[in-house]
């Protein structure tokens, strides 16, 4: 769930530029989104806001006693949790609420509402025609900036069952600069870089089918004058192509494709202080000034 | 672990044509292949013999532990298996051994030497550089032709946690022609198609990792006379792209890209009789007559 | 110009699967088109007629000097010549008009008004966005089927400028069963097969921008139940990439993409009859049975 | 023909890097390469020097009896010709040797040695298996900075029959910053920019087969440690994708993909100056501060 300062503008731009489907609205003005191809009700969420940011990230669970056994599981940890009665958001579950080490809200919840993505479930065609914008596949994942990342990194492994795919060892060859943690095959679900100011985003990040679907969306942000931050390029961590950009309220967003498939019994991929620029963008081989400082 | 007629000629096959890397030979004549990409020691084996098709198929676990677990859930359930002591096959452990309803063999096991893609695990190239032929990212699936493929699959959910993804109905909307089945997030992790005969091979599959690379992996089964089934095309289940093709000794193989990914809360999609080939070749929307016919 | 068998159908047909433009309709029944991307008024005319097949085939001369120069030629020649008032096509000017030796009518023109692509001559997007179906960037060549192929090949090739590019022998290695001619970069403008009867129509070929979009226009042909004769394959003959399909009349049409560029001081390509298979369809290395037979 | 500083280096980077074939040496230390699919025996040489830069750009003509048309032509414009006898380049005929007004070396020439892409001219595969490195499919064109290019555009078009594609308008809206020219249905064969140093090279350009072979091309640059100026992305000009990276010498190369194909009758592109950031990069829709200032 994203804030933004213009709702209108904000809906205009994630209906026909990034080319979301709204499936509806609350009372308290929170403005529901999915991808076409993505089945359940929302994944993506905007309120109006004097500041834009991220009010939280959730994680769908197997089922309600999933959810039961992980909020056990972070209470034992020490976390503190809340939960939020079903319907509180639209077509969705209970939700367990709770604050990682960096200040971020994060949420778990089993149920959503299942709307389909147009297709059916009976001899289905291969896509749905006549989208509008980039249309990503789905909502991916998203970079988060605090910072303990470490205790984040703890958290996600021993209480969620992450696994660490990718990180980035600051100049001292031990610290961690940036953690990238799956929880499925994909080769990250969440990422943390370490910053002094907590609860901040660098990124929501959504999944483009082909490079060629990358280049068709930097086309489409160049004709809608979306200020694009890097690429179309690649990252050495996770292998994947990307361009950053800016959503109107300066919210930056990524589309992501491709990045190697993770299973748990993988060894992690370690990145050095002298090749971080490689690290983050695999061609240039060095970082711009904004990957590190630009933040909401 | 697949049986080819002449051996030299299917290493020379395996190695230069679809460019695996061989990694090792046994005594009792096995040849071991991974993929560039693979980082365990092997994934793929081949062994001369009189007739063509496969030896078994094999799982990977999380850990030994996983492999006890599911040993005991096998036995609970009325599978007879059979230990394999570790290093029965190079650089791989304890493996645990049973039939399906179908007669086909299926291994598990946890152990298998990491020697890496060849990129190491600090600050690797986004690729390998100067390898040959089709050179795939890793072995992905297979489909096999049984009898009982309702046993198989009630084998596959309840005692190894597969999902069902994706089926196709026989005309009389009930029976299952063929089911689609995964552990992971990708969209099958195994296939099977209802037959006469047990323990049939229809096809190994190897993923490519663009459309592009579909197209190139078809110019050099030209430029190597080897001979395609059908494709470059587009299968309705899994929305996947495919070549089928064959191996020097008539075994079928594919290249596969693309496909969605699955999470275990997505609804299965059912295709009807009338619809099976649109199903399975989305493009031409029928069969060709060696799907239900040629296996080994 | 194309003659098809319910007009209604195929305008809908040629707009919403082909995506092509509508820019006219005369008195005569005759509905013109272009693709998005083309500049000029119109370059695909179909007309309602009792059976399908080609009426004529048109270039374009750079200007009316050129067109009087290559009438003059044509007499020269022998060739009788007609003048078709300007007009008489909407926004097209004078037209010469003439029968090759294999009895397809082609015709020469110098105008047709320049009605542009929508993005204007001043700081153009790179394209069109909303745009349906296929939308292929221009009409691209036809493979035509008559008689005596050597007659309208020394007619192109002394008369009109163009070039030889490929040909296929037949068994003796000697007769050109088919020639592929360009009067310009491009692979083939135009090209010919050897075929007892005259005057007809192999396909009318549309170009597409990349392997993707090739793709991309197979998912939308199966999602409206288009008939696919071969592909998306490639040939061996230009080296171009393609889809064979049929339009509501059955008209062949096709989609290619790629191909070498050709100059005039390339040595053209020859393809044995033993290899003619390859030489069409690279990758089963053998033609289907319509190739020879299906025209209209 | 382009210096190089370090003649070991470059050969190797020409060589592994960008997969050019060298095909000799001449007494006089050119070194001559050729793309793998290039048919003629050179079309990019190198020599050592003490500065980088662009000896001189060359075009091949139609035959001999062009070659002297031309030379007429060029005289009859006020131009001085130089000849240079055949043999002085490797496998080269006799040359015509010229100045532009804005002080680049242009030759053109009508005899070079077909030596063949490798695949034959009877049933050749579709490509060459076995190439290293980029491996463009050839050398496309360049782009020449000097103070005059009205008189260039001027003799470009009335004496060598080249037409204007786009042009760039500095502030006033009158003057030429950048034309683009074309003699074939490429977007362009030329280009120039206003600058105040004569005889001065922007960069030579490479043509690539498609968007997917662009990211390939960036990976194989990052994993050498070639400086990329900017890339992968696309022009507004000719809408072509790109990458501008620099040899070893400092000498700005391209790799081109795309363009749209241009046909004498074509109305001629514009971007105002206020747009000339989308015109020469379409993503960023500004110029890096590299564009307008390094040169060789």
Redesign the interface.
């Known amino acids: 769930m994203l804030r933004v300062l213009d709702l209108d503008e904000s809906v205009k731009f994630y209906t026909d530029v990034m080319g979301l489907k709204e499936t509806g609205r609350d009372a308290s003005g929170r403005v529901y989104f999915k991808t076409h ?1 993505e ?1 359940d009700h929302n994944s993506f969420i905007i309120r109006k806001a004097d500041t834009a940011g991220l009010d939280c990230f959730a994680f ?1 669970v ?1 089922n309600n006693a999933t959810l039961d056994e992980l909020e056990g599981k972070l209470k034992d940890f020490g976390v503190t949790t809340e939960r939020v009665p079903a319907g509180e958001m639209l077509e969705t579950g209970e939700r367990v609420r709770f604050k990682l080490p960096t200040e971020h809200v994060i949420e778990l919840y089993a149920e959503k509402t ?1 709307v389909g993505n147009g297709l059916g ?7 749905l ?2 989208t ?1 914008g980039i249309n990503p ?2 909502m991916d994942h998203c970079l988060i900036y605090g910072p303990d990342i470490d205790a984040n990194k703890k958290l996600f492994e021993e209480v969620l069952g992450f696994t660490l795919v990718e990180r980035v060892k600051l100049e001292d060859g031990t610290t961690d600069l940036a953690t990238w943690l799956t929880c ?3 080769a990250h679900d969440i990422a943390m870089v370490r910053h002094g100011e907590p609860g901040k985003l660098h990124h929501v990040s959504f999944l483009l ?4 679907q990358v ?1 068709r969306a ?6 809608n ?1 979306v200020s ?1 931050d890097i ?4 990252h ?1 961590v996770t ?1 994947g ?1 990307t361009i950053y950009f800016f959503d109107p309220s300066g919210n930056r967003l990524e589309t992501f494709c ?1 990045g ?2 993770f ?10 202080w002298d ?1 971080v620029g ?2 983050v963008f ?4 060095k970082l711009n000034e904004r990957f590190l400082t630009v933040v909401t």
Chains 1, 2, 3, 4 share one sequence.
């Open positions: 191809d089945r769908k197997l299942d479930y009976t001899n289905p065609e291969a896509w025609p006549d509008k596949i789905r499925s095959a994909k089918q082909s490079w060629e280049l930097a086309d489409i942000m160049s004709m004058r694009i690429g179309p390029t690649r050495g292998r192509t491709g190697y498939d299973y748990p019994d993988m060894h992690p991929t370690t990145w050095t090749e490689a690290g695999y061609h240039d081989r």
